[in-house]
């Protein structure tokens, strides 16, 4: 079982940035991989980044790319996301999840992912 904790989401104006964090617990953090995904009002969820078990290998939404960082601390059981330059379509509610299948590349689909975060509440206003 591992749980999932985010924090650090809150209202910023475009333009400027956020960093969310998400503390596990449960399992050995270095274990896993992990991901951000978003969830807009009357939208799907879609993948944000997500990031492998060492932290060597990222990948990014192209929508994201180029402005949001994921990483991690396996010391602090916590991955972040660095989310600059923020746009008003970067508003949704924003969850970390948990892959525990210790695949060589981190999965950008929810359904590859083992356990989820209650999510924290992102709102870019313009």
């Known amino acids: 079982q591992v749980q999932l904790v985010e924090s650090g989401g809150g209202l910023v104006q475009a333009g400027g940035s956020l960093r969310l964090s998400c503390s596990a617990s449960?399992?050995?953090?270095?274990?896993?991989?992990m991901g951000w995904f978003r969830q807009a009002p009357g939208k799907e969820r879609e993948f944000v980044a997500a990031?492998?078990?060492?932290?060597?290998?990222?990948r990014y939404a192209d929508s994201v790319k180029g402005r949001f960082t994921i990483s991690r601390d396996n010391a602090k059981n916590t991955v972040y996301v660095q989310m600059n330059s923020l746009k008003p379509e970067d508003t949704a509610v924003y969850y970390c999840?948990?892959?525990?299948?210790?695949?060589?590349?981190?999965?950008?689909?929810?359904?590859?992912?083992?356990?989820w975060g209650q999510g924290t509440q992102v709102t870019v206003s313009s």
């Open positions: 990031i492998s078990r060492s932290g060597s290998i990222t």
């Open positions: 999840a948990a892959d525990l299948k210790k695949q060589v590349f981190p999965p950008v689909t929810a359904e590859e992912y083992d356990y």
């Open positions: 449960g399992r050995t953090f270095s274990s896993y991989a």
